[in-house]
């Protein structure tokens, strides 16, 4: 059993900042690739950020410049931290861990960017 615990959703205007927080419960559990994914009705979950655990990281071209996605392997933990947000970025996030096959989702994240 792993849980994904994730933070920091919620309500900002255009042009503001959140970081959301993502933490694999216990310590039986050592993803080697970590995420956020995103998504928004009539459409298709996407990724938005990935990073290994070497540090190796990759983003959507929607997001570049924008988000910053970080890890702590210590604690299992996956960050992102998203500026200037615009109302596209309007969706439920998903934090991801994977590691030998198997893949765990957090609850959803509501990010709600007003115009």
């Known amino acids: 059993q792993v849980q994904l615990v994730e933070s920091g959703g919620g309500l900002v205007q255009t042009g503001g900042s959140l970081r959301l927080s993502c933490a694999a419960s216990g310590s039986t559990f050592s993803p080697d690739v970590m995420g956020w994914y995103r998504q928004t009705p009539g459409k298709q979950r996407e990724p938005v950020a990935v990073i290994t655990s070497a540090g190796s990281t990759s983003y959507a071209d929607s997001v570049k410049g924008r988000f910053t996605i970080s890890r702590d392997n210590a604690k299992n933990a996956v960050y992102l931290q998203m500026n200037s947000l615009k109302p596209e970025d309007t969706a439920v996030y998903y934090c991801?861990?994977?590691?030998?096959?198997?893949?765990?989702w957090g609850q959803g994240n509501q990010v709600t960017v007003s115009s």
């Open positions: 991801n861990g994977s590691r030998l096959g198997l893949v765990y």
